[in-house]
């Protein structure tokens, strides 16, 4: 989806759901777990779909649920069209494998990406949208912020898209946040602010389930 900025220019988002991880605390299938009336990947999907994005690609990794769950859901709510399944071979690696997946596979025109990840099913509809207008700003990066803390999902420009491609293990874009931030502080970035944080008071932003009992809080 293009989206119009303030400016009167023009960007081209995409979102990526990090889905590849074996859930190992959780005891395995945590992202095809029952929840609420579908599954736990359910969640991530419908944010996702509701952020200004032209497509949504959901990586996938050790669960060979994951797939089709996520074309379930599309198929259920009319957006097939807009899914695209990537697999990622080296997804025991760790979480850097998945997003590394992520955006090699993102096409040529694209800006930005929102950053979903796949075990957390409470982010509202309402953030993906408010991001996208923060990065209008002239930022390199958008997230949602209580009290001062950061949570998902997180919105990426193209600038940051290369140190997202060099992330190793078990590594989550966070180092690429903090790593925004040291940079613009040495002025060697020119961007308004190094991250556009958008204030709200919904906790869905850091819920996320790692052990079975989570998912009674949802």
């Known amino acids: ?17 990090l889905a590849g991880g074996a859930g190992s605390r959780f005891g395995g299938g945590k992202l095809t777990a029952p929840w609420r009336d579908g599954v736990v990947l359910d969640g991530a999907l419908r944010a996702a779909f509701a952020a200004p ?11 060979p649920l994951v797939a089709p769950a996520a074309r379930a859901w599309a198929r259920a709510h009319g957006q097939s069209p807009r899914l695209r399944l990537i697999h990622a071979p080296d997804h025991a690696e760790g979480m850097a494998a998945t997003l590394r997946a992520g955006i090699a596979a993102l096409p040529a025109d694209v800006d930005a990406a929102f950053i ?17 207008e923060a990065l209008a700003s002239g930022a390199l990066a958008a997230a949602p912020v209580f009290e001062g803390r950061r949570g998902h999902p997180v919105l990426f420009s193209r600038a940051l898209f290369k140190a997202l491609a060099a992330l190793k293990g078990d590594e989550g874009a966070r180092s690429v946040l903090r790593e925004a931030d040291r940079k613009f502080l040495s002025a060697s970035l020119s961007a308004a602010v190094p991250v556009a944080l958008v204030e709200t008071e919904d906790l869905g932003i850091f819920s996320d389930v790692d052990f079975p009992c989570d998912l009674s809080s949802g």
């Open 1 to 17: 989806m293009v989206v119009a900025t303030e400016a009167g220019a023009s960007s081209t988002l995409e979102a990526i759901i």
């Open 116 to 132: 979903f990840l796949g075990d957390m099913p409470l982010i509202p509809v309402t953030i993906p949208p408010r991001l996208a």
């Open 53 to 63: 994005v032209r497509s949504v690609m959901v990586v996938t990794g050790a669960d």
